[in-house]
């Protein structure tokens, strides 16, 4: 229980740090005091106070709601599926989105502006399809079946994204930030559209914790206690499919972190409890998204790289270093 | 006289078009073991398994107490009868206690916390199934006896008044069997109607105040063991030439192994 503890504990600080940081930090440096006496309306109305509420903010929020996201979708599409590779790639949800803001990108580029909605509309029509294949004929809802659905319609989008660009080779720039994944300072635009997506898929893995603990212990066990396993496996890829395609639709493509951040805690943890891995993935996967951002932004300032790349730079030796010790 | 606990009939399960199932009978009382016996693939597990809710069946009448299993879902089919399978995954990091503790989760609301009578509830659990002594171990630590008392822990943590077993010895060494099996009939003299299936005759009938006999799809007797696992019966149904003898809490099943020809 001490080293449950002791993690979110560290959870906590490292998120604090990384929201700091990701405020304070930029082409242009402002003392985390003033940017406190900014947040909390004290501030006066300089350059500094623009930067911060206009643009530094609003990314912040971006990238702690994103990266809490994929952690959660990680979480329990890994407890439902009772498979460690599970992320939101094996419900279709990446390759629909990425295909739904490259076909934007790629063959609309005059209407860019609905690249996130394209990227929400796909990502939850490759899950619903990958869904609906799963729950029908035999051995409807199993596993096994859910997860083939998952990589043949990954598979099928991930091609119509490939052809895109092979199409339009001209155009393939433009469409490589949102692969890459990354964070933008269009302000507030990106989670006006996206938030009640966010909040759904929230609310519904909340719901979703002590179901997922039974599941863990069996379909049978899980059905003695009254849950039907079924039902919980939609749940989780319906709450999963909204997390990580409202983040895409948000940030791009940061499949590598939904994968990765549940497997961390549980090993920091010592505990596959989803009391406790859930809400650590959300919290670390705020706090990796902040920080891997703002190094982005900062380590070649101005120019920005795409934190995807650095995101996985960032956490590959962490996860890498305690696979070495948890097994 | 009471209401049975459970009242099965004529209950009759299809899966995939095959007919499993094709009228099964099964009552239940306070404080009484019953053990399904039959051959391999006759239905018992999947009669069970129909009766607690685990699998629809397509034909037939269950009641819990009276109520209707069609209607019952959640935490009022958890309270009515915990299923211990035959052998639960056992997820890493999970302690003893923590198992437990999912266990009676059934009895909360969604989002609702366990109160002091919850955790009360996980002691007491853990005490009759005897696995207090390792409660903080990991599940992953623990033998198949160990295990099966956690799973049989985390049914009497449902605080429901029947737990059903498929199977729980089948996978253990004689000590485990005989220390699972004892277990089960502690629960059953203290109130607790416990449903077994069970391949082993011989602790069929040492433990078991009644055998009820699956062949075929039916439910095709039922009574004493020693009325019911007659020598006639063990060769038209098991194709076996065995007799079972019974005196002072043991039994033994005398088997001729050897077919002479």
Redesign the interface.
């Known amino acids: 229980m001490a080293r449950r503890t002791a993690v979110i504990a560290a959870l906590v600080v490292a998120l604090l740090a990384a929201t700091g940081a990701s405020l304070a930090l930029g082409a242009v440096k402002v003392p985390i005091g003033e940017v406190l006496d900014i947040i909390l309306g004290k501030g006066g109305t300089g350059p500094n106070h623009q930067i911060v509420e206009a643009l530094r903010l609003p990314r912040t929020v971006e990238a702690l709601a994103v990266g809490a996201a994929l952690g959660v979708a990680g979480a329990i599409l890994q407890g439902a599926l009772a498979n460690p590779l599970a992320s939101p790639d094996v419900i279709g949800v990446t390759g629909g989105a990425g295909f739904g803001a490259i076909l934007i990108l790629i063959a609309f580029p005059a209407s860019i502006a609905l690249v996130p909605v394209a990227a929400l509309f796909f990502g939850l029509l490759a899950a619903a399809l990958v869904f609906g294949f799963a729950w029908s004929g035999r051995n409807r809802g199993g596993t096994g079946k859910i997860v083939l659905a998952g990589i043949a319609m990954l598979s099928l989008f991930t091609a119509g994204t490939t052809g895109l660009l092979a199409s339009f080779p001209e155009r393939a720039p433009s469409a490589l930030f949102f692969i890459a994944g990354g964070l933008t300072n269009a302000g507030w635009e990106g989670l006006r559209t996206t938030w009640p997506y966010f909040a759904a898929g929230g609310l519904l893995a909340a719901f979703l914790i002590r179901p997922l603990d039974r599941l863990a212990l069996g379909d049978d066990v899980a059905a003695s206690l009254g849950s039907r396993p079924q039902l919980i496996r939609l749940g989780a890829g319906v709450s999963a499919a909204l997390l990580a395609a409202a983040a895409a639709a948000v940030a791009g493509l940061l499949g590598f972190l939904g994968l990765v951040v549940p497997h961390v805690v549980r090993m920091a943890g010592g505990t596959s409890s989803q009391a406790f891995v859930v809400p650590t993935s959300a919290l670390g996967g705020a706090a990796l998204l902040a920080a891997a951002d703002t190094l982005a932004r900062t380590v070649r300032a101005p120019i920005e790289l795409p934190v995807g790349p650095f995101m996985v730079i960032l956490g590959v030796p962490v996860f890498l270093w305690l696979l070495r010790k948890a097994v | 006289m009471e209401a049975a606990l459970l009242e099965a009939r004529d209950v009759e399960v299809a899966i995939?078009g095959t007919e499993i199932l094709r009228g099964a009978d099964l009552d239940l009382a306070a404080g009484e073991l019953v053990a399904i016996v039959g051959p391999n693939g006759v239905g018992k597990s999947t009669l069970v398994r129909a009766v607690?809710?685990?699998r629809k069946p397509s034909a037939g009448d269950v009641h819990w107490s009276g109520r209707d299993l069609r209607r019952m879902?959640?935490?009022?089919?958890?309270r009515a009868?915990?299923?211990?399978?035959q052998r639960?995954?056992v997820?890493?990091?999970?302690s003893v206690k923590?198992?437990v503790t999912?266990?009676r989760?059934?009895l909360?609301r969604?989002?609702g916390r366990m109160t002091r009578a919850d955790r009360a509830g996980v002691d007491g659990a853990m005490e009759r199934a005897g696995v207090t002594g390792f409660a903080e171990r990991a599940l992953t630590t623990l033998s198949g006896g160990e295990l099966q008392r956690v799973?049989i822990a985390?049914?009497l943590a449902?605080e429901a008044p029947v737990l059903i077993a498929d199977e729980p010895t089948s996978q253990l060494d004689l000590g485990a069997a005989i220390d699972v099996s004892g277990l089960l009939r502690e629960l059953a003299d203290s109130g607790l109607a416990v449903l077994l299936v069970v391949h082993d005759l011989a602790l069929a009938a040492a433990v078991a105040d009644r055998v009820v006999v699956v062949h075929d799809g039916r439910t095709v007797a039922a009574g004493e063991p020693t009325d019911v696992l007659t020598p006639e019966r063990l060769e038209r149904i098991w194709k076996a030439d065995a007799h079972l003898t019974a005196e002072h809490g043991r039994t033994a099943l005398h088997v001729a192994w050897i077919q002479s020809s």
């Not at chain 2, 009868?81 to 399978?85: G, K, M």
């Not at chain 2, 997820?91 to 999970?94: C, E, H, K, L, R």
């Open positions: 995939d607690s809710g685990l879902r959640g935490r009022e089919l958890a009868r915990a299923f211990v399978p639960m995954p997820p890493a990091g999970v923590e198992a999912i266990g989760s059934a909360l969604p989002l799973q985390i049914g449902q």
